[in-house]
């Protein structure tokens, strides 16, 4: 058995927002946190909006449609913020 095999499953399970993170679950159990401040568009999002979340991309991202956002497990993953993001 080659032990270098990817053993990740790097799919959406789960997202939810508290008063500051973005916080996303992955179907291999490990969970993402990140500053609301990253994304501009989930901050001043309602918790409504920030709730209505859908799978993108085979789930490996994540789309609000009323906010119009979206981001990958990837660039979350690697720390990305939003390209406006101060």
């Known amino acids: ?3 270098s095999a ?3 499953d790097e799919r959406v399970l ?3 927002c508290d008063e500051h993170s973005l916080i996303v679950d992955l179907m291999d159990g490990r969970t993402i946190s990140a500053p609301l401040a990253w994304y501009p568009r989930l901050l001043h ?3 409504q909006q ?3 979340w859908e799978r993108a991309g085979a789930g490996y991202g994540i789309h609000w449609p009323e906010i119009d956002e979206d981001l990958s497990t990837d660039g979350l993953l690697r720390g990305a913020r939003a390209p406006n993001a101060a």
């Open 45 to 47: 999002a309602t918790p």
């Open 14 to 16: 789960d997202v939810r």
């Open 6 to 8: 990817k053993l990740t």
């Open 50 to 52: 920030r709730a209505n």
């Open 1 to 3: 058995m080659n032990i």
